[in-house]
Each structure stands twice: as structure tokens, then as C-alpha cells.
């Protein structure tokens, strides 16, 4: 899995009519024969979606650095539920803070990453009771890829497994990572976007 994200960290700056031509084919490439990762990439950035692949916790710092410098969140508070993210705050001197409107962005990890949907999966673990709705519609979510899974209901099994029987409750998926057109609207109603960054660490 490594060689493939070095490979589509390494092309993405290539701006050649080559790897332009490639890349207008490879949606027509049938998904039973793609790797899961290369799904999820495909289906996540069709969707709007942001991601920063991390090949250590060093990249995985200085990547949440330079999302801070690209929107200017220093020094600003934090919404955050998980206390194994806590470091990344204190190193950048971000307040951590529960209420959600005074707040510039939400960081957490998440349960899994669903290839097929392009979408993230979150739980209670990540949101408490709050609905993605009530959320800042600015996140960064920290995930591996052994969370990658092909499907939704692959997911669940995921979270089966890994919690036994200490089920979470509030299980949800967020897909949509840009600005809805108005005609899209009613296609999507009832779902929230979010203007979303993923860092993605190796562990694999």
C-alpha cells in the first residue's frame, strides 16, 4: 500500500499531458479489480475531499502545520473529544474548547474510511451525541490506512470486531467535503458537508 500513495503523492505534482490522459481513463477502470486504497482516493476526491498522507508522526505534525498556516487557525480554539490528539494542540499552542460556536475548527480520528462511498465513518467515540450538523463545518480528522474498508458494511463489521460487544452508538457517515450547488441541494438533502482535511499516516 505504501509504494501506491508515494506514487499518487509523487504524480499529483506531475501536471503532464500524460498523467492528465491517465487520470480522464481511470474512472472507467472496473472497481473489482482496483485495490481498496485506490477506490477510496478516487471516490474521496471526487466527493471534495482533502488529504495529507503522513509516513510517520513527524510528517503527520508538520502536515497539521501546514493546514494551520493555510487557514490562519493559530492560536485559536479547538473543538476536540479525544485527549490522543491533545499534542498536536499543545505543540501549536491551540486552546481546547466545547463549545462549538466559538471554535475555528473540530479535530478527531474517526472508525473508518468506506472506499466505495469515499465517505469517513464516525461514532460516538468521535462525536459524543452531537449530529455531524452541529459540528464545526470545519474538521480535521486524523485516520490510518488499516482503517481503509471497501464498503459500509465492512465498517460495521470493523467496529463490531474491534469493540466486542462495547458497541459506540451514533454511527454516521460524512461524504460530502465542498460547497453544494443549488441544484445539488435537493439531491442531498438531509446531508452535511464539511470543509474537511484528512491526515492520512502509514501504519501498514
Known sequence: MKSFFKFFFNSSTNTSEENEQHEAKSPYT????LPVENIFMRNFKKNGGRFLYCENLEELSNNFLNILEENDWFECEVLSYEPLLNYLLNENKLKLSLNSDAVKFYLST???LIADEGSILFSSNQFKH??????PKNMVVFATTSQLVKSK???L???KRKYNKDYPSNITTIKYFEELKEEQDFLHY???????????LEDL
Open 190 to 200: 438531509g446531508s452535511s458537508h464539511k470543509n474537511l482535511y484528512l491526515l492520512l
Open 130 to 135: 452531537r449530529k455531524p450538523n452541529e459540528l
Open 110 to 112: 474517526c472508525e473508518n
Open 153 to 155: 458494511g465492512d465498517g
Open 30 to 33: 472496473p472497481e473489482d479489480v
Open 157 to 159: 463489521q470493523y467496529i
